[in-house]
């Protein structure tokens, strides 16, 4: 298996621990890239997935490369020699896609979890899949209709965190657990668990923090540190001037967003999992600006979040690159936190929508993930 980064690796674990369920009785070993979640059930991590999370499409990425690609080659060697009975990518396209492939074509069974959004930019991208993947586990209803079109096979195994999110989430609870007041608004920043996010997005939402901290000196705020980021995370809020006001949080997310009134977050999977929660949210990116060149050219659609690329409609404010200035960021995050009644009434029109995409997106992906690869494992199906 291979997961590329937190959010990768949460569903992977969430997985294996599926697939650990369906076969009681036999011993599953899972190895490859992975992050803390994966090694809970049992994994064992030659690399951790924080290796692989990068982003963007010019320097942050050409000055690693090589270091990916020798990843890559040793971990492709070291299974055409293992043989495994299945290969699972998880998410990463970039990285698995290419592993897939060489193994795929030398006979060994793939699976990608998570289908790459053709759906919203890159669409060649389906060509790549076709070649890599024997079976791909898709989160949304509607995708393996559209890979069927590529002839390429796919299974709805719902979202995992639809299950394991609760659809009423105890935000008094999460506030006790954090020891957070409850008669004070709290604001959840989520800057992504990528290097590049720390260093281009972080320093915007702190700055918007303070101006935030002006309007509503009682805010509440929560920052959810991955491992990995952490130091850097601390030096940032010791520059701004903020230690003493943010909850800087070792992981726990999920807790974070469900203790929140509102959040401040970085495009990608926790977007969806803001959704999942309830929570309105102010989604944000920022990168290298050759790198958001080059991203604008593949966009099909004119979302970047989750949920607005299901709902199709910006449903939640999207404020990108140079648009992402303090005082943008801190006013679509006050929008959300008015008491008049126009904000109640978008509170309470987005919390009826995120409860219908909640219910679409729940399933037994533990069973159904699990069938679709026992079926691949089977000696009738094709490679």
């Given at each position: 298996?291979?997961?590329?980064?937190?959010?990768?690796?949460?569903?992977a674990?969430?997985?294996?621990?599926?697939?650990?369920?369906?076969?009681?009785?036999?011993?599953?070993?899972?190895?490859?890239?992975?992050?803390?979640?994966?090694?809970?059930?049992g994994?064992?991590?030659?690399?951790?997935s924080e290796?692989?999370?990068?982003?963007g499409?010019?320097?942050?990425?050409?000055?690693?490369?090589?270091?990916?690609l020798?990843?890559?080659?040793?971990?492709?060697?070291?299974?055409l020699?293992?043989?495994?009975?299945?290969?699972i990518?998880?998410?990463?396209?970039?990285?698995?896609?290419?592993?897939?492939?060489?193994?795929?074509q030398?006979?060994?069974?793939?699976?990608?979890?998570v289908?790459?959004?053709?759906?919203?930019w890159?669409p060649?991208?389906?060509?790549?899949i076709?070649?890599?993947?024997?079976?791909?586990?898709?989160?949304?209803?509607?995708?393996?209709?559209?890979?069927?079109?590529?002839?390429?096979?796919?299974?709805?195994v719902?979202?995992?965190?639809?299950?394991?999110?609760?659809?009423?989430?105890?935000?008094?609870?999460?506030?006790?657990?954090?020891?957070?007041?409850?008669?004070?608004?709290?604001?959840?920043?989520?800057?992504?668990?990528?290097?590049?996010?720390?260093?281009?997005?972080?320093?915007?939402?702190?700055?918007?923090?303070?101006?935030?901290?002006?309007?509503?000196?009682?805010?509440q705020?929560?920052?959810?540190?991955?491992?990995?980021?952490?130091?850097?995370?601390?030096?940032?809020?010791?520059?701004?001037?903020?230690?003493?006001?943010?909850?800087?949080?070792?992981?726990?997310?999920?807790?974070?967003?469900?203790?929140?009134d509102?959040?401040?977050?970085?495009?990608?999977?926790?977007?969806?999992?803001?959704?999942?929660?309830?929570?309105?949210?102010?989604?944000?990116?920022?990168?290298?600006?050759a790198?958001?060149?080059?991203?604008?050219?593949?966009?099909?659609?004119?979302?970047?979040?989750?949920?607005?690329?299901?709902?199709?409609?910006?449903?939640?404010?999207?404020?990108?690159?140079?648009?992402?200035?303090?005082?943008?960021?801190?006013?679509?995050?006050?929008?959300?936190?008015?008491?008049?009644?126009?904000?109640?009434?978008?509170?309470s029109?987005?919390?009826?929508?995120?409860?219908?995409?909640?219910?679409?997106?729940?399933?037994?992906?533990?069973?159904?993930?699990?069938?679709?690869?026992?079926?691949?494992?089977?000696?009738?199906?094709?490679?």
């Amino acid at each position: 298996m291979v997961a590329g980064e937190a959010s990768s690796d949460l569903l992977a674990s969430l997985l294996l621990q599926g697939v650990r369920q369906h076969w009681p009785q036999t011993a599953i070993h899972a190895h490859g890239i992975g992050g803390t979640h994966m090694q809970a059930q049992g994994f064992k991590a030659q690399w951790p997935s924080e290796r692989l999370a990068v982003h963007g499409y010019n320097w942050e990425v050409f000055k690693r490369v090589a270091g990916l690609l020798r990843i890559r080659r040793t971990l492709g060697n070291q299974l055409l020699h293992q043989r495994p009975d299945v290969f699972i990518g998880v998410d990463a396209p970039d990285f698995n896609l290419g592993l897939e492939q060489r193994l795929r074509q030398h006979g060994i069974k793939t699976v990608h979890f998570v289908c790459p959004s053709i759906w919203a930019w890159r669409p060649e991208r389906v060509h790549a899949i076709r070649q890599a993947a024997s079976h791909v586990l898709c989160l949304f209803p509607f995708e393996p209709a559209l890979l069927a079109e590529h002839g390429i096979a796919a299974t709805f195994v719902g979202h995992p965190l639809a299950n394991v999110i609760p659809l009423q989430p105890n935000a008094a609870a999460a506030r006790r657990q954090l020891q957070l007041r409850e008669d004070a608004p709290v604001l959840a920043v989520l800057p992504g668990s990528r290097s590049s996010e720390v260093q281009y997005l972080l320093p915007r939402f702190l700055h918007a923090v303070q101006w935030l901290l002006k309007k509503i000196p009682e805010l509440q705020i929560v920052l959810p540190a991955v491992p990995a980021r952490e130091a850097s995370i601390r030096q940032q809020l010791q520059a701004s001037g903020l230690t003493g006001r943010v909850h800087l949080l070792q992981g726990q997310s999920h807790l974070a967003l469900q203790a929140c009134d509102v959040t401040l977050i970085a495009s990608g999977t926790a977007t969806l999992e803001a959704a999942l929660f309830k929570r309105p949210m102010v989604i944000s990116y920022a990168m290298h600006p050759a790198s958001a060149w080059w991203m604008r050219r593949k966009q099909m659609q004119p979302w970047i979040g989750l949920p607005n690329i299901l709902f199709r409609d910006f449903v939640v404010p999207e404020l990108l690159q140079n648009a992402a200035t303090p005082e943008a960021l801190g006013q679509a995050v006050l929008d959300w936190l008015g008491e008049d009644g126009t904000a109640q009434q978008r509170r309470s029109t987005l919390q009826r929508q995120f409860i219908e995409l909640h219910q679409s997106l729940q399933a037994d992906t533990a069973h159904a993930a699990a069938q679709a690869i026992e079926k691949v494992l089977s000696h009738d199906a094709p490679l």
